[in-house]
């Protein structure tokens, strides 16, 4: 006979925390939301760990190298997307990689022969007004210019003048080595009063450009994530498939973790690609799995080596596999039901795997409900592809600015890998939906709000880690009642508009 659950799956909007003693101490300032990435022994630290408790969704519309940067400046980190060729997955990682805090690798290069018309064009396309001339065209080519915008006047031009003929020439710039600390390069900037300095290689050729602006935004993310050698950190998705070509090419490209892309991991085939792994790499390879929904998903990616394991199915936005297929549980008893496995292995072996909550985080203080219930971090797809950073494209509907967001279920995307069951004999369906979000701006001002909002709600619930806050977190279910209780109600609200919640 079937198993039927006593209880019935819940939501993060059925519950609220209720506050604990708040100590003087306890001010948003003092938190700290550093969590543990991966697996570690008790005692140990964790190899890799997150400044704060955020990682982008492995989909198309949400983790592109754009995103990838923008989120390790706040101190998270972005999965890239897998649905995608190997190659083109390596060099979004590389790009990531490159991107040295404060460092940028040139993306608008031209060549002395490049016209001005062309320039003009280039800006229009890239938004860049600097761009470096090489002999080659190319981001590493010899440097033998720069172009800005003083250096033309298109009132004055006809648009055929070759950037060799209006370029500030080589001998006139001032460039520092690719030994110097960025500190050095701030430095050069402010004594030659530079907006732009590029840097060299002792054979002259250009490595990369630093912005007096980019500079200024290094200081101000004190918790940006950085590799040893002060590199952003960025993660990479892999599937079930082609991991043994697909996991060298994104190690080679420096990805600093991976994570199986599945909508149900608790499957042989991610123990086969697991064990292929630590076959291969040991513990270098740093590898999440899932996801899964209960107990037994949990142990049986535990037992076989994932360093952290994702929760929950049928929870995101545009995922429609609940209706489809009927499989899935409430994300917040997957959570609970999840943590309390992973303590257990924790008590029994002295390992702790960190486990993460993905999708259906709807407001900001869910993420905060999930880390009180036991998650060490959150996966987000909706709330990131809002922002101008991700990869979908931006449009007005209504007039109103909108992002484009699509699930990796849907034939848009085409990651059939994600849902793919094995066999042979294959009959793809849609699990996901294409769609539009709100356009929220750039990610760093939304994020900085949401991490206010949990650093707040944990001080309501007198703790200072994440840690602490599991500890001491005291949840409530509430009724279909008092949910309505906690909006505004029985006034008339002069601005309908909600987004204060999101
Ligand atoms: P959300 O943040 O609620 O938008 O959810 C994002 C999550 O939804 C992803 O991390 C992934 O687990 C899941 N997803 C992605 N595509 C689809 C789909 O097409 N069904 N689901």
Not at 200 to 226: G, I, M, T
Not at 442 to 461: G, W
Request: hydrophobic share 35%.
């Amino acid at each position: 006979m079937a198993t039927y659950y006593d209880s019935v799956s819940h939501t993060f909007s059925e519950y609220l925390l209720v506050p604990g003693l708040t100590r003087k101490e306890n001010v948003p300032d003092k938190v700290s939301l550093r969590t543990p990435l991966v697996k570690f022994k008790k005692g140990e630290e964790p190899a890799l760990s997150l400044n704060i408790p955020m990682v982008s969704a492995v989909m198309q519309s949400v983790s592109g190298d754009r995103l990838g940067v923008a989120l390790a400046k706040e101190g998270g980190m972005s999965f890239i997307f897998q649905s995608q060729s190997i190659a083109s997955e390596a060099a979004m990682v590389a790009k990531v990689k490159n991107a040295k805090a404060g460092f940028v690798v040139s993306d608008s290069n031209i060549t002395p022969d490049t016209t001005l018309s062309e320039v003009l064009e280039l800006v229009k396309k890239t938004g860049h007004s600097t761009m470096p001339v090489t002999e080659d065209g190319t981001p590493n080519g010899k440097l033998v210019g720069l172009v800005t915008s003083r250096d033309y006047r298109v009132s004055r031009m006809n648009g055929s003048e070759k950037a060799s003929s209006f370029m500030t020439p080589r001998e006139k710039l001032v460039t520092a080595n690719a030994s110097a600390t960025l500190s050095e390069c701030n430095d050069l900037i402010w004594e030659h009063k530079l907006n732009t300095l590029p840097i060299v290689d002792d054979a002259d050729h250009l490595c990369y450009l630093v912005f007096r602006k980019d500079y200024a935004s290094h200081k101000e993310n004190p918790l940006e994530l950085l590799d040893d050698e002060k590199r952003f950190m960025v993660g990479a998705g892999i599937n079930t498939r082609d991991y043994k070509e697909r996991v060298p090419a994104l190690v080679n490209a420096g990805a600093d973790c991976l994570v199986l892309d599945s909508s149900d991991g608790f499957s042989e085939w991610q123990a086969d690609a697991l064990e292929w792994i630590r076959e291969k790499y040991g513990d270098t390879v740093k590898v999440g799995a899932g996801n899964v929904v209960d107990r037994d998903g949990f142990n049986y990616l535990a037992e076989h080596g994932a360093d952290f394991v994702k929760v929950g199915i049928g929870g995101g936005s545009i995922c429609i596999t609940r209706e489809t297929k009927g499989i899935g549980r409430g994300q917040a008893t997957a959570v609970i039901e999840v943590a309390k496995a992973r303590d257990e292995w924790f008590e029994r072996t002295g390992e702790y795997i960190p486990i993460c909550s993905d999708g259906g985080i709807v407001y900001d203080y869910h993420i905060v409900l999930a880390l009180a219930m036991g998650a060490d971090f959150v996966m987000l797809g909706r709330y990131f592809s809002r922002f101008e950073e991700a990869p979908g494209e931006k449009l007005t509907v209504n007039g109103a600015y909108v992002k484009e967001y699509w699930g990796e279920g849907s034939n848009r995307a085409k990651n059939w890998q994600r849902y793919d069951l094995g066999g042979k004999g294959k009959l793809s369906f849609e699990e996901g939906v294409d769609s539009y979000v709100p356009y929220a701006g750039f990610l760093h001002d939304n994020v900085y709000m949401t991490t206010y909002k949990i650093r707040s709600t944990m001080c309501n619930c007198g703790a200072l880690t994440i840690k602490e806050l599991q500890d001491k977190a005291r949840l409530t279910l509430v009724s279909s009642t008092s949910i309505v209780e906690g909006g505004a109600h029985d006034v008339i609200v002069k601005n309908e508009d909600k987004s204060y919640n999101k």
